[in-house]
C-alpha cells in the first residue's frame, strides 16, 4: 500500500522499456507514492518497448533522448521542467548496453570502438546527465540521484563482458560528482547494486538463467525482484534518505556478503 512517501516531488526516470524493466517498476512505484514524472528513452527503444503503455497508465509524458547526446538531455531536462513545472526532486539512470556482449565477442578478444560505445552509453551518459542537471540548475537542493549498478563492478562474472567495467566507472562518478553536487546544491547521488533480475536486458546475458538461479540459492533472502527494487528507490527519492549520498549500496538479498552457502554444496 502506497504511504505518500513521494507527495509533491517530481522526477525523471530513464530506461523503461517494458514490463520487465526495472525502471517501469520505479516509474509505477513513485507514482503510486505521490511523485510526478517524465519518462524518456532513446527513440530506437521508443519504437520497440510499451513505454506509451507505461505513460498512460500513470499519466506521464514521454520525452525521446539519446542518453550519449547532450543536445538532447539539455532538451529532456528542460521540457521536464516545463511540464511539471518546476525544477526535479530525483532522477533515475537505469541505462546499460553492450554490444560486444550483445554480438557476443569475447571479452578477450572485444571490438574496441564497441567497448567505447558501451562506456558512453552504459556510464559516460551519467555524468552527461548530471553535469548537465547542475549546469541547468534542474535539481531542487535535498534532491535524489540514482543509477543502477550491478555487483560485477567488484567481481568477476566471467560471462558480463565490459559492463563490469561500466559498473565500475557508474559508482565512480556517483562518488566523484556526489561530492561536487552536495557542496553545491545539496544533491545526493547514489548506485544501487541489484540482484541479477529477469530484464529484456539481463536475459540476453548468455547463460543469465543458470547464474539467476545460483544467486538465488546464494542469497540469504532470495534475489531482490523488480518491484523491492522499485521500493527501495522511491525510499531513496523521499526525504527519509536526505544524509545519505556517494554510496553504493547494495539490494541484493545478501549476496554481496556471503562467502559460501550450502544450499550451493549440498
Known amino acids: 500500500m502506497a504511504k505518500g512517501l513521494l507527495e509533491g516531488k517530481k522526477g525523471i526516470i530513464f530506461g523503461a522499456l517494458d514490463e520487465s524493466s526495472i525502471a517501469w517498476h520505479i516509474a509505477e512505484v513513485c507514482v503510486a507514492e505521490g511523485a ?3 519518462l524518456t528513452n532513446a527513440p530506437v527503444a521508443l519504437r520497440f518497448g510499451g513505454i506509451q503503455r507505461l505513460a498512460e497508465k500513470i499519466n506521464a509524458e514521454v520525452i525521446p533522448a539519446d542518453a550519449t547526446s547532450l543536445e538532447d538531455i539539455e532538451n529532456l531536462l528542460t521540457k521536464s521542467m516545463d511540464i511539471l513545472d518546476g525544477k526535479m526532486d530525483f532522477i533515475l539512470h537505469s541505462i546499460g548496453m553492450s554490444l560486444n556482449v550483445r554480438k557476443k565477442r569475447a571479452y578477450t578478444d572485444v571490438n574496441y570502438d564497441w567497448m567505447h560505445k558501451t562506456f558512453d552509453i552504459s556510464a559516460m551518459s551519467f555524468h552527461r546527465v548530471m553535469q548537465l542537471a547542475m549546469k541547468n540548475d534542474v535539481m531542487n537542493e535535498w534532491g535524489s540521484i540514482l543509477a543502477l549498478s550491478y555487483i560485477a563492478a567488484q567481481r568477476i562474472f566471467p560471462d558480463y563482458g565490459e559492463m563490469a567495467e561500466s559498473k565500475a566507472l ?3 562518478f556517483a562518488r566523484s560528482f556526489g561530492y561536487h553536487y ?9 548506485t544501487v547494486s541489484q540482484s541479477p533480475t529477469l530484464t529484456t536486458a539481463g536475459k540476453g546475458i548468455e547463460g543469465f538463467q543458470d547464474f539467476f538461479d545460483y544467486s538465488t540459492k546464494m542469497s540469504p533472502l532470495g534475489n531482490a525482484d523488480a518491484h523491492s527494487c522499485a521500493k527501495f528507490c522511491a525510499m531513496m527519492f523521499s ?5 545519505v549520498t556517494m554510496q553504493n549500496l547494495y539490494h541484493d538479498g545478501g549476496f554481496s ?3 559460501m552457502s550450502p544450499d550451493i554444496l549440498f
Open 36 to 38: 510526478k514524472i517524465t
Open 170 to 172: 557508474l559508482e565512480s
Open 257 to 259: 556478503q556471503m562467502g
Open 182 to 190: 552536495a557542496k553545491k546544491n545539496k544533491v545526493r547521488v547514489n
Open 239 to 243: 526525504d527519509y534518505t536526505r544524509m
